[in-house]
Nanobody
Framework: QVQLVESGGGLVQAGGSLRLSCAAS????????MGWFRQAPGKEREFVAG????????LYGDSVKGRFTISRDNAKNTVYLQMNSLKPEDTAVYYC??????????????WGQGTQVTVSS
C-alpha cells in the first residue's frame, strides 16, 4: 500500500521560509511524477508544483513561481517543497501527491494527509 507522509509545516511570518518534505513508502517514487497541491479554507484545491519522475522538468502554479522550488531525492523516496518569501495568502493545507506529470489533480492517484502552513502578516 502506498503511503505519502508530509512534514515540515508550521507557523511562519510573512517573508519567511519553510521546507516541506513528503516521504513515500509502498512503492518507489522514481517511476512517478510527484506534485504538491494546497487548499485554503473555503477555496478549491490549487496546484502548487510538480516534478517529473527524473526531476529534470518541473511545473509551478502562477502564484508561486519564483518563490517555491520542488525537488526530489529518489534514493530517499522523498520529495521536497522549498517555500521562500512566504505570503499570508500561502496559508493552506499542503498535500503531496504521486501520479502523472501534470497540474491536474485528477491525474495523481495517491495523496498524503496534508500539513498545515500558516503565514502571519
Amino acid at each position: 500500500q502506498v503511503q505519502l507522509v508530509e512534514s515540515g509545516g508550521g507557523l511562519v511570518q510573512a517573508g519567511g521560509s519553510l521546507r516541506l518534505s513528503c516521504a513515500a513508502s509502498g512503492r518507489p517514487i522514481s517511476s512517478y511524477a510527484m506534485g504538491w497541491f494546497r487548499q485554503a479554507p473555503g477555496k478549491e484545491r490549487e496546484f502548487v508544483a510538480g516534478t517529473s519522475w527524473s526531476g529534470l522538468t518541473s511545473l509551478y502554479g502562477d502564484s508561486v513561481k519564483g518563490r517555491f522550488t520542488i525537488s526530489r531525492d529518489n534514493a530517499k523516496n522523498t520529495v521536497y517543497l522549498q517555500m521562500n518569501s512566504l505570503k499570508p495568502e500561502d496559508t493552506a493545507v499542503y498535500y503531496c501527491a504521486s501520479g502523472s506529470y501534470s497540474s491536474a489533480g485528477e491525474l495523481y492517484d495517491y495523496w498524503g494527509q496534508g500539513t498545515q502552513v500558516t503565514v502571519s502578516s
